[in-house]
């Protein structure tokens, strides 16, 4: 609750409620609010300003949970590798620099967002298939769709390295 955590702060770095006030540009009696029984909140600026003081986040003073870990924030699981855009075929779903997550051997199947090798050069598709015909679709009008035989081989200039599960872009 945030009125005990205030205080819990205040009394750990030994300030009156005067002192606290001073420093944060508000009454005395205001911080008496804030850590009375009636719940007063601050302002959103007073609580950035409390929490930049005591070295806390927000999060912290509002006791918050902390967000989930979102999946392979640290390690990637076997079978899955990263991969970073490098070119502008996928803009603008996919930007120069975003990484992909690439699942080596999941099943693929039409308008999936593959990791390709095409003549040994690794980029990002969308992949559709029909009877004959392997499409791979960029999403940049610029580029041509490309067509190809649906016998891929080993020896094929066209490899299917696997199937794009999540993408990290950069802000």
Same mark, same amino acid.
């Given at each position: 609750? $945030?009125?005990?955590?205030? =205080? ?8 009156? %409620?005067?002192?606290?006030? !001073? ?14 029984? #009636? ?8 609580? $950035? ?6 070295? @806390?986040?927000?999060?912290? /003073?509002?006791? +918050?949970?902390?967000?989930?870990? +979102?999946?392979? %924030?640290? &390690?990637?699981?076997?079978? $899955?590798?990263?991969? &970073? ?5 996928? &803009?603008?779903?996919?930007? @120069? ?5 690439? =699942?080596?051997?999941? #099943? ?14 690794? *980029? ?6 029909? =009877? #004959?015909? /392997?499409? /791979?679709?960029? *999403? ?14 080993? *020896?094929? &200039? @066209?490899?299917? +390295?696997? !199937? ?5 872009? =950069?802000?």
């Amino acid at each position: 609750m $945030f009125s005990v955590k205030l =205080k819990e702060l205040r009394k750990e770095k030994g300030i009156t %409620q005067q002192e606290l006030a !001073k420093i944060l540009g508000v009454e005395r009696s205001t911080i008496s609010k804030y850590e009375g029984k #009636d719940n007063v909140m601050p302002s959103h600026e007073v609580l $950035f300003a409390i929490a930049a003081y005591f070295g @806390v986040s927000a999060d912290y /003073l509002l006791d +918050l949970p902390k967000p989930a870990a +979102l999946p392979f %924030q640290n &390690e990637l699981p076997e079978g $899955f590798s990263t991969f &970073e855009v490098s070119d502008d075929s996928m &803009e603008p779903k996919f930007s @120069v620099g975003d990484i992909a997550i690439v =699942k080596k051997d999941a #099943d693929i199947n039409t308008n999936d967002y593959v990791l390709v090798t095409i003549n040994e050069t690794p *980029t990002i598709k969308k992949i559709k298939t029909d =009877k #004959d015909c /392997l499409m /791979l679709i960029p *999403t940049n009008p610029k580029y041509d769709v490309l067509f190809y035989n649906n016998m891929i081989t080993d *020896t094929s &200039e @066209v490899k299917i +390295l696997g !199937k794009v599960v999540e993408l990290r872009s =950069k802000f």
